[in-house]
């Protein structure tokens, strides 16, 4: 893989961070009053029938409608009858998708939305979600999933799409804001907000998937779970997401990866589920000392810590845990700090690969990308150590959408739609 063809941004960019204005979430009566279809699984939508004196196979029906069929309101599910979505609506249901409210087009092609919930907690607040057709930015994930359900999808297969990409990924969030205040991070800057609900997580891609009317079956999509928040810190949440999302939606668990900074107990927990997409660790230094500097959750849980808990997982043939590795200028980009990059992955003893990524800029945060040269001699010193290791490509930055760079910000110019 190459290094970016856009140069290393060293200024952090102009922009004033009095234009993101935040609207904290206060629970309160103006709250939708409606309960949401969205986000219930097959089973919960028999029950829901059963409890109106209905045949399970509606459950079914309007599983199809919600999952597959994509829609918004009651009206468009035609499979069911007037009556029927008349008593939804009289026992206060709907459809309750959440709903993509602004968007930003990238010179790149990559687009970043924000996504507004409209359940009990959805309020005004918005979280982002980012599309990246041909995704290089999963490219990494994308590269070793020629096993099982990818081979179905070989490039010769996947039918170019009216937008004219064959694969994309789609980075999504999991929380508004973010609790752990990882130093380089613009997430970080918002503070921890709210959990985001399983409708609200898995939402984000049916709206995205949707706006490109993207069809599963023809197209290869993948899922990076790396958006705004820490999945771990929202578990039971995000893995009904995971579940609504390969159970209803139709996405294979492989074509999914989900990242944490080091949840320990969510590695553990995670480690027991029998159907899991893949596992990438936000290490990002050589060592704890710089690791804590940068990373305040390390005090909790040490580099040792997450690994063993990483080890805990019972990895499948050729699947391999991802090591993020965010390059900061000066900090973690030396070539001392890919030597004990090294010596830490070899004592690690996982089937581990890096995927290093140079440090994206935000207004606020005073550090500085990677030239370029150190960037790839990172690189090639892990390879020449036998450790796999690739460059994302930063994707958006021109729109904020670029990773760590997700903050709710509505600079940039708004697509036109
Ligand atoms: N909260 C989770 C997932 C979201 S962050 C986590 O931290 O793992 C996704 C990735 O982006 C993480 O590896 C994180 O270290 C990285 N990241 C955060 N801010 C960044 C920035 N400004 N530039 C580059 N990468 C960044
Ligand atoms: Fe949260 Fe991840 Fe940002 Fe750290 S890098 S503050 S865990 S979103």
Not at 63 to 81: G, S
Not at 196 to 211: F, N, Y
Not at 353 to 360: C, D, E, K, P, S
Not at 405 to 411: F, G, H, P
Request: charged share 20%; net charge neutral; glycine share 8%.
């Amino acid at each position: 893989m190459v290094y970016p063809q856009s140069p290393p941004v060293t200024q952090t960019p102009a922009q004033s961070e009095d234009l993101v204005t935040l609207t904290s979430f206060v629970p309160g009566p103006e709250q939708s009053a409606q309960r949401q279809l969205f986000g219930l699984d097959t089973p919960a939508l028999i029950k829901l029938f059963g409890e109106l004196g209905e045949k399970p196979y509606r459950g079914k029906q309007l599983a199809e409608a919600l999952y597959r069929q994509r829609v918004t309101h009651l009206d468009e599910i035609t499979t069911l009858p007037k009556a029927l979505r008349d008593k939804l609506a009289a026992a206060g249901w709907e459809v309750g998708r959440p709903r993509i409210a602004e968007s930003f087009k990238s010179i790149d092609g990559t687009e970043r939305y924000l996504v507004q919930g409209v359940g009990p907690i959805g309020s005004t607040q918005t979280v982002e979600t980012v599309w990246m057709p041909e995704g290089d930015d999963g490219a990494e994930y994308s590269s070793d999933l020629s096993d099982s359900e990818d081979e179905g999808l070989a490039e010769g297969r996947s039918a170019p799409t009216p937008g004219g990409w064959k694969r994309a990924t789609i980075c999504v969030s999991s929380q508004i804001g973010c609790a752990v205040n990882c130093q380089f991070c613009l997430t970080a800057k918002l503070g921890m907000q709210r959990n985001l609900t399983p409708g609200e997580i898995a939402g984000q891609v049916v709206a995205v998937l949707e706006r490109h009317k993207v069809e599963l079956n023809k197209s290869r999509v993948n899922l990076v779970f790396m958006g705004m928040g820490e999945p771990f810190l929202n578990y039971d949440n995000f893995m009904s997401a995971v579940r609504i999302l390969m159970d209803e939606v139709g996405i294979a668990a492989p074509r999914m990866t989900v990242s944490t900074s080091g949840i320990v107990p969510g590695i553990l927990r995670f480690a027991e589920e029998k159907v899991r997409p893949k596992l990438a660790i936000s290490l990002n230094a050589p060592n704890d000392a710089v690791r804590e500097s940068i990373m305040p959750i390390n005090r909790k849980w040490n580099i040792a810590a997450v690994l063993d808990a990483v080890r805990t997982i019972p990895f499948k043939t050729r699947e391999r845990v991802t090591f993020e590795y965010v390059m900061l200028g000066g900090v973690t980009d030396q070539p001392e700090h890919a030597e004990e990059v090294i010596k830490l992955v070899r004592r690690a003893n996982l089937p581990a690969m890096i995927n290093l990524i140079a440090w994206n800029p935000g207004p606020g945060i005073a550090y500085n990308s990677p030239s370029a040269d150190s960037v790839s001699r990172f690189q090639k010193q892990l390879m020449a150590a036998g450790i796999q290791t690739y460059i994302r490509r930063p994707r958006g930055r021109d729109i904020y959408a670029a990773c760590g760079q997700l903050k709710r910000t509505t600079e940039a110019t708004p697509l036109a739609s």
